[in-house]
């Protein structure tokens, strides 16, 4: 069975700082990977998606993938009272196009 | 304007009764989804579609039926069989290629009493 797993929290930072937020899967064929954003009752939006191992920038979001690990994280900089939100981390196996979601982190940022 | 859109936002039914979900994306997109999704818990694939008259159950498809016989539209039914009906679904859309990134509708709420 493939599985997505993430912290649930909730991982609180204060404005400005840096959040972390990880995520380990347990197919070693999988291939992409995806955050999204999901503010209290609406949908998710995404965010950025990473497939080669390293680091990808986008803006304030950086995705970091170690698939030796079988782990990917999302750092956000500069962290805002806006980015407190559900952050589901979702991966996509080697064969097909459907992808398996974790459960989410909730992220808090304190003015 | 591009997008995914569902209708309607909240949809309350008595329990035992059918009710269909809609769901259209104007993106030509080939991909479209059904997700589930209760309250602290993560998406759960309810079916999905590669193309036209064609769609595969997910991992929880019980007491749900679908239907594509445009590429632009996935209604989603959720039948008197489905045992807990009552929650938050997801339409989703995607390119058949690349990484397949998703991309969300604004979801219905359904509340079945």
């Known amino acids: 069975q493939k599985e997505v797993e993430q912290n649930s929290g909730p991982l609180s930072v204060p404005e400005g700082a840096i959040a972390s937020l990880n995520c380990t899967y347990s197919?070693?064929?999988?291939?992409?990977f995806f955050w999204y954003r999901q503010y209290s009752g609406k949908s998710p939006e995404l965010i950025m998606f990473?497939?080669?191992?390293g680091d990808k920038e986008d803006g304030r979001f950086t995705a970091q993938l170690n698939k030796a690990s079988q782990y990917v994280s999302l750092l956000i900089r500069d962290s805002q009272p806006s980015d407190s939100a559900t952050y589901l981390c979702?991966?996509?196996?080697?064969?097909?196009?459907?992808?398996?979601f974790g459960a989410g982190t909730i992220l808090r940022v304190k003015s | 304007d591009g997008g995914i859109t569902q209708s309607p936002k909240y949809l309350f039914r008595k329990e035992g009764q059918n009710v269909t979900l809609s769901c259209e994306q104007n993106?030509?997109?080939?991909?479209m989804y059904w997700y589930r999704q209760d309250p602290g818990q993560g998406l759960r694939l309810i079916y999905y579609?590669?193309?036209?008259?064609?769609?595969q159950k997910g991992d929880i498809a019980e007491g749900y039926s679908v239907s594509r016989e445009k590429k632009e539209s996935f209604p989603l039914t959720v039948t008197s069989a489905q045992k807990n009906p009552t929650a938050f679904y997801l339409c989703?859309?995607?390119?058949?290629?690349?990484?397949?990134?998703?991309?969300f509708g604004p979801g219905t709420r359904l509340t079945v009493t």
């Open positions: 989703a859309s995607s390119m058949f290629g690349g990484v397949y990134e998703q991309y």
């Open positions: 197919d070693r064929g999988s291939q992409s």
């Open positions: 990473i497939y080669s191992n």
């Open positions: 979702a991966v996509k196996g080697e064969y097909g196009n459907k992808l398996v």
């Open positions: 993106l030509n997109h080939d991909a």
């Open positions: 579609s590669q193309i036209v008259n064609d769609f």
